[in-house]
């Protein structure tokens, strides 16, 4: 296992001479004895209180990342416009760039040779510009146009490629460096600031061969909009590191591009702060859909050089508080996973890195350390910090210097492997000689289905979720056909116009993660680091056939985008499923426009025909069908405004439903609320109905013993719904670590969950026993062990494990004494904006007045 390692520290968190001691001599070598696994800020179920803009959300809802350039030479000059100067932007304090600098800076480093291209990559959230700045040996046109042509030919033909001599001598390898994803972890736009300067002036004739054989693509910062106001979100209160499936930030999907068009073979994402510096490899359980043999050769191999460079630096534990670095796929046993694909070092494998790394900087200036150290101690550690990134960044480039071809074949070798369909390598000592400590613990391999069918017609439940799901699949560069003529496959027949994804094409990996079920990883691990269960399949609404086995002989056409799934019936009255986000959406235009919509006895819409011209336009912007009906509906249908206690996830699920949201708090409607300007309160957390005042108090009891409703989210919805004295149930938790895809039965005729998946998404599930009078069940967890996907064990007194939830109240509804609807969930149905498929749920509540 090599040498004893130091135990791994969360944060730096001492000042001034008061330095951390160094890890005493005895300390044991990682995976041969318990090691404390790292602390991961950020993990567990979502906390933050949403207060975004609605302007923030609008950006993210309407902006898609721009394709870069694929024509003419290198350099590519781009006069970039300055912001006005902020003193007030939060890295001025450690004595970094901020980012109204950042335009200057670039503008001038442009200007110091041949080397150096700025592109803007896209725009976040709060509307600032995303710098991709590449940095390479001069190019012509014509020399670019090449390069673009064998980088296609790696992925589209990749068995040619590993023979053609031109790519072997003539492919610049690509690298892509990615920094301050979160906004209050600075130091690798500096570090890289630093690097690209470097690089640009260089005169020596191991850069000039670097160059000449690479591109190096550096984003210069990720988020901009929290490395302005030092936070760890964007402009819209997200995680960005948590984006990469759902690709729901304007951010994640600028960094998902970059991946998509420029193919890097390495990959490096700076972040902090975790004392010794973390470099990844990572610990068990690892993605199932990689090729991980490729993947963890050349990862670890570029750790180590990382690890030589940025302990050569010179830090002692004695001298700075800098505790050597650490490799946990070595040193830990658990507890930093590469399970999910939503961090970006884990998604870029599918776009075709062969090493991808999350860096984490060992001294904090973050939070607490940010407010409460003097200002020389911050910027002594972050000028540590910008040298370790430094350090990690230069060893990269080194690597791929010196084993370039290596590099370019595994990345061939993982694309090949897909197109040929062929099975993975499991990972072992022989397999991936050089590499010690690999056991059977680190063996994580999955059977690619032969493909997966998005059907037409009646075997579809919804046509506008299928159109979502194969737009994205196309957005993450999944291909997608489009059936000309019926066909069967695996015993099923299905019509024209049904998508087909065949599993044997280069980007199998990224295709099976977002379409699979996903696995239960209950038993293999005690603890995750974040999410372990996803199924873009089971959750988004559309219905997803997989298919084993079997000949694929379909008749298709390449999908560039899903074909319109809009309809308007052309006689009679109208009626909108509000079975997806979209289609609420729509019924929120209609309403905020003045139509007169009734509700249907199946908790549909009633769209007077009159309206036929404004439901024509929603049916082509949103994509959403309204079909003839006979039916003339019940109670009217007004809009509703939502004064929503949630998370940042879930406020931006709820705007883009088009729900009008004020966000609110217990210090809000301490403050004092308008209470006439909302029509149901939404809680999930940071409002306590016992801290109000007693004049806040007074206002909510009135709001909910008048017109308004509550919908409830959670441990602390439900503990909400208690105080306040809403309905009578009793919630029971779950293991609060637990999250995952979990089976679900809806009740018949339910005006909350009917037409809903059978599936849902768990954060720290909750269920509801002991029902008041009048309390209805709306949904119940699947009988057996409801888990799917995912990790949910026992707590350790044994109890709040999936068996326990079987069978119980998932979604309970009723009405209080003082006359309030009330619906409480015990799932998370807006979880980071994901399940899209279940969103209606909670749409359906808050219009269930």
Do not use: C
Not at 105 to 121: F, H, M, P, T, Y
Request: net charge neutral.
């Amino acid at each position: 296992m090599g040498l004893p390692r130091p135990l791994l520290i969360a944060t730096a968190a001492l000042a001034g001479a008061v330095l951390l001691a160094p890890a005493p001599a005895t300390a044991l070598p990682g995976r041969d004895g318990p090691q404390p696994h790292p602390v991961r800020e950020g993990g567990g179920r979502d906390a933050a209180v949403a207060k975004a803009p609605l302007s923030a959300a609008a950006n993210a809802l309407r902006t898609a990342a721009p394709e870069l350039a694929k024509s003419g030479g290198y350099p590519r000059r781009t006069v970039l416009d300055a912001p006005p100067v902020n003193p007030a932007d939060k890295s001025i304090k450690l004595g970094l760039e901020p980012y109204h600098a950042l335009a200057p800076r670039l503008n001038a480093l442009q200007k110091l040779g041949d080397r150096v291209s700025v592109e803007v990559a896209g725009h976040s959230a709060g509307g600032h510009e995303l710098y991709l700045v590449t940095v390479t040996a001069p190019e012509t046109s014509r020399q670019a146009r090449e390069q673009e042509r064998m980088r296609e030919l790696i992925e589209n033909s990749p068995a040619a490629a590993a023979k053609d001599k031109r790519v072997k001598s003539a492919y610049k390898t690509p690298v892509f460096i990615n920094n301050n994803i979160h906004g209050n972890e600075w130091e690798g736009t500096d570090a890289a600031l630093k690097l690209i300067e470097e690089l640009a002036k260089a005169k020596d004739g191991t850069t000039a061969d670097l160059l000449s054989r690479n591109r190096i693509y550096l984003n210069v910062t990720a988020n901009p909009d929290g490395r302005i106001a030092g936070t760890r979100a964007n402009a819209n209160g997200f995680d960005l590191n948590r984006d990469f499936i759902t690709g729901s930030q304007p951010e994640a999907r600028a960094i998902r591009q970059i991946a998509i068009d420029k193919q890097p073979a390495l990959m490096l994402d700076l972040h902090g702060y975790v004392n010794g510096t973390l470099i990844e490899p990572t610990t068990p359980p690892h993605g199932e859909n990689y090729e991980y043999d490729l993947f963890l050769k050349n990862s670890y191999a570029n750790a180590l050089g990382m690890e030589k460079a940025v302990n050569g630096l010179g830090y002692t534990p004695a001298k700075d508080g800098v505790q050597p670095a650490v490799i946990p796929f070595r040193d830990e046993k658990e507890g930093w996973d590469d399970w999910p694909p939503v961090f970006t070092p884990q998604y870029m494998p599918f776009q075709g890195a062969i090493a991808s790394h999350t860096i984490e900087f060992p001294m904090a200036v973050n939070n607490e350390e940010y407010d409460s150290l003097p200002v020389a101690e911050l910027r002594r550690r972050a000028a540590i910090n910008t040298a370790v990134a430094g350090a990690a960044m230069r060893a990269t480039l080194d690597y791929t210097r010196t084993h370039r071809t290596a590099v370019i074949a595994d990345q061939i070798e993982t694309f090949r492997r897909g197109a040929a369909g062929e099975a993975q390598r499991p990972v072992s000592e022989e397999t991936v000689p050089g590499v010690p400590g690999i056991g059977p613990e680190d063996v994580y391999t999955t059977t690619f289905p032969r493909a997966y069918v998005i059907p037409a017609g009646r075997g579809q439940r919804s046509a506008t979720a299928a159109a979502r799901l194969v737009d994205h699949l196309v957005a993450n560069d999944v291909r997608v056909e489009r059936a000309v003529l019926p066909f069967r496959l695996a015993g099923r027949s299905y019509p024209a116009g049904s998508y087909v994804v065949d599993m044997r094409q280069p980007k199998r990996g990224i295709a099976n993660v977002i379409l699979a079920e996903g696995r239960d990883i209950s038993a293999d691990v005690s603890t995750m680091y974040d999410i372990s269960g996803w199924s873009l399949g089971l959750l988004w609404g559309a219905t997803v056939d997989k298919a084993a086995k079997g000949k694929l002989h379909v008749v298709g056409r390449p999908v560039h985008a899903a074909a319109p799934a809009g309809y308007v019936a052309p006689f009679g009255e109208l009626r909108l499923r509000l079975d997806d986000p979209k289609e609420l959406a729509a019924l929120n235009s209609l309403l905020a426009q003045g139509v007169k919509v009734r509700r249907a006895t199946d908790g549909s819409a009633i769209v007077p025909g009159s309206a036929r011209g404004v439901a024509g336009v929603l049916a082509d912007r949103l994509g959403v069908a309204f079909l003839a009906t006979k039916e003339k509906g019940t109670g009217a249908l007004k809009r509703t405004r939502v004064a929503a206690a949630v998370t940042p996830g879930e406020l931006f699920a709820l705007r883009e439903m088009g729900f009008e949201v004020q966000p609110v708090s217990t210090a809000a409607l301490n403050a004092g609320f308008d209470w006439s300007k909302a029509d149901v309160l939404m809680v999930s957390g940071g409002l306590e109905y016992g801290r109000l005042t007693p004049a806040a108090r007074g206002a909510l009891d009135a709001f909910l013993g008048g017109d308004g409703g509550v919908v409830t989210l959670g441990s602390d919805g439900a503990a909400f719904n208690a105080d306040a004295g809403l309905i009578a149930v009793k919630p029971v938790a779950g293991n609060g670590d637990a999250n995952g895809v979990v089976r679900v039965a809806n009740a018949a005729g339910s005006p909350v969950t009917g037409g809903a998946p059978a599936h849902t998404f768990v954060y720290s599930p909750l269920w509801f026993t002991d029902l008041g009078p009048g309390v209805r069940v709306e949904q119940s967890y699947g009988p057996g062990n409801p888990l799917v996907a995912g990790h949910w064990r026992t707590t350790e007194d044994g109890k709040g494990g999936p068996k326990d939830a079987a069978g119980r109240a998932s979604i309970v509804s009723g009405t209080s004494a003082k006359g309030t609807p009330v619906v409480l969930f015990g799932t998370e149905p807006l979880f980071r904006d994901h399940p899209k498929g279940v969103f209606a749920q909670v749409g359906r509540a808050l219009i269930t007045r």
